[in-house]
């Protein structure tokens, strides 16, 4: 029972049993919607299932079923089918199936590589198909190699380049395939119009996972496989979208620490002339937009610790039509809407502290979500969540920080606190339901405050403050951190002799720098760790991201790249430390967490490693999940409350 001795609170096997419908796709008439419904985690194996459900006027129809993982529907341009991309063949590798609702699937052809997104021609006779090749930087969470069709060689031959991100075209009639994408190039995202115009986000080099830091917009030919490029950003760029006329594409701009985590302008390319217009005048960020009409968009953006979205024109003019304390898309990374045409109907995945992910539709009379599904019930059902609010505190500098405040039901402080420092540091907390990082809805239900700051490098805030990281990461944002645990201590909210520190990616990087810097935490949880930067460098898929946040070369000593790294301060550590790790993480991997643990270990501090075999960057395994989390609060209990 809670503090207030009513409801039980939330328990870690019900955390893991939520599922999220996500991936929204709207039939050309407006009358349907499919989407797909992502389980947490896998029962067994590492890859978690999804099904394909559709919406026409009442309750959700479930279209596919199985053990394996169906997902990205796409309609035909007639409505009368779905395209998608599954892995019923073999685990993780995707291929494009094609089904009339009520039907059988059918493959549509076989690919090689691993099929990430699938759409139609204007006949409804081919697919264009974006695959990446067997050992491709994984773009999910888990941040793996890219399953391909064959087994994984023995041995292992990498060369520079091999794997790549590749465009290919199926005939329906035949099942043929043919690669149309242009050659010694990497396509991240491509949006066709089913006919003349194909428009992509590539990049040729480098090659491999960092290639995505420094892609642009291009325009490709799928016959004389070649690529035009039509807008050359200064930042990252996601969330391609053209124009229903086909005269423009519209693309987000900004600084991004992660594919899938980016927040910025809405620029507006025509492709008639090249010229380049951003309608977004304002000091706040978007995250992805979609087109209303030729000359509107819809969008949606992180707004603090919530989210808004809205309409905006070309010429400026913008409506927010609803902000609040929730999150509106498919997944905790970015905001997004689905919008139909005149944006009659907009749909997302809508979620709030106490309420999980379900499918909501925005009703434009009374400028409010309302959730059309309830695949979640047994969730929440009889259970009480702990309290959250959102707190502010003064950095140092004056400047005013905020982040997500957790504690138990009705409690009182002081309490122990622990604080969960999100990962990218592109992103931010929110107003999620559930998280991994660790996970505070358990911790605070279990006794303790949880602090999720969003210091300067997080989104939500604006350009300026998401940059604010760059050259100064372990600096500017540790001292925002630190100066919420002393706000919380002077609030009474926190006990001074009893804090606690975690993280997983740049989180877990804060982690493993701060019990180097300071030694007020009783314990740390540090999971898919950055420990050494230059060692980071040479080998992460994503080794353009140190470039873009360090100041000075991997290969020179008195650059941050020493100076920034938890291993080079190690020695000073007095926090028992426990390091969580997934083996085949391609991001940070894995030697990264055995570099700290044996640094840590050679001071002669407490510290503890544990590497989970065939997972990535998150754990998606169930056992290995439930095990991360317990572990953590394990940990936490044994040394702040003893």
Avoid at 362 to 378: E, H, K, L, M, P
Avoid at 452 to 471: T, W, Y
Wanted: glycine fraction near 12%.
């Amino acid at each position: 029972m809670n503090s207030r001795g009513e409801l039980p609170g939330p328990t870690v096997e019900r955390l893991l049993d939520v599922l999220t419908p996500t991936e929204i796709d709207l039939a050309p008439d407006g009358t349907r919607i499919a989407f797909a419904l992502h389980a947490t985690v896998a029962e067994t194996g590492s890859f978690p299932p999804s099904d394909l459900w559709m919406i026409e006027g009442g309750e959700p129809t479930q279209l596919t079923g199985g053990p394996w993982s169906d997902r990205t529907p796409a309609w035909s341009p007639d409505g009368s089918r779905v395209a998608f991309l599954s892995d019923r063949i073999a685990p993780g590798h995707q291929q494009p199936y094609t089904m009339v609702p009520g039907g059988e699937p059918v493959l549509a052809g076989t690919l090689e590589g691993s099929a990430e997104s699938v759409s139609w021609s204007g006949d409804g006779k081919r697919l264009l198909v974006l695959a990446a090749d067997s050992g491709c930087y994984g773009l999910d969470w888990s941040a793996r190699a890219v399953t391909g069709a064959g087994p994984t060689p023995d041995p292992r031959v990498l060369r520079p380049g091999q794997a790549r991100r590749r465009v290919f075209m199926i005939e329906l009639g035949s099942g043929d395939s043919a690669e149309v994408g242009p050659p010694g190039t990497d396509v991240w995202e491509v949006d066709w119009d089913g006919d003349a115009t194909a428009l992509a986000i590539a990049s040729t080099d480098p090659p491999g996972g960092s290639g995505w830091y420094c892609a642009k917009v291009v325009r490709l030919d799928l016959d004389a496989r070649t690529a035009h490029t039509v807008y050359e950003p200064t930042w990252q760029i996601e969330w391609l979208a053209l124009s229903p006329d086909g005269g423009r594409v519209a693309v987000t701009e900004g600084y991004a620490s992660d594919h899938g985590l980016l927040s910025g302008s809405l620029m507006i390319v025509d492709l008639t002339d090249g010229t380049t217009t951003d309608p977004w005048t304002g000091l706040e960020t978007i995250g992805g937009a979609g087109w209303c009409d030729d000359s509107s968009l819809w969008y949606a953006r992180c707004d603090g610790t919530g989210t808004a979205c809205g309409r905006i024109w070309l010429d400026g003019r913008r409506e927010e039509r609803w902000r609040g304390d929730a999150f509106i898309g498919g997944e905790v990374t970015t905001p997004m809407c689905s919008v139909s045409s005149g944006a009659v109907d907009v749909w997302t995945t809508h979620q709030a502290h106490g309420q999980p992910p379900e499918l909501a539709r925005f009703y434009q009379a009374s400028g409010g979500w309302s959730r059309v599904t309830s695949f979640n019930d047994a969730v929440v059902a009889d259970t009480e969540f702990p309290d959250v609010r959102t707190i502010r505190w003064n950095a140092p500098d004056g400047l005013e920080i905020e982040g997500v405040l957790m504690t138990p039901p009705g409690a009182e402080g002081p309490l122990p606190l622990i604080v969960c420092v999100h990962g990218g540091p592109t992103w931010n907390w929110g107003s999620f339901f559930s998280d991994s990082e660790p996970n505070a809805v358990l911790l605070a239900d279990s006794g303790y405050a949880c602090l999720l700051p969003n210091p300067r490098g997080s989104i939500g805030r604006g350009h300026a403050f998401a940059q604010a990281v760059i050259g100064d990461g372990g600096g500017i944002d540790f001292r925002d951190i630190m100066a919420g645990v002393d706000h919380c201590i002077a609030e009474g909210i926190a006990e001074p002799g009893r804090l606690g520190i975690s993280g997983l990616s740049y989180g877990g990087y804060m982690a493993g720098w701060a019990v180097g810097q300071t030694d007020r935490f009783g314990a740390a949880v540090a999971m898919s760790v950055v420990s050494n930067y230059v060692s980071f460098h040479l080998t992460s898929e994503v080794w353009w991201y140190d470039q873009a946040i360090l100041r000075g070369e991997w290969n020179d000593p008195t650059s941050q790249y020493p100076e920034r790294s938890p291993v080079t301060h190690a020695h000073r550590c007095t926090t028992p430390t426990l390091i969580i790790q997934g083996e085949a993480d391609r991001c940070t991997p894995v030697g990264q967490a055995e570099e700290l643990f044996h640094a840590i270990g050679a001071s002669g501090t407490e510290t503890e490693l544990i590497v989970y075999p065939r997972e990535g960057h998150v754990p998606l395994e169930r056992a290995h999940a439930l095990d991360a989390i317990l572990r953590t609060q394990a940990r936490f209990d044994r040394h702040l409350r003893s």
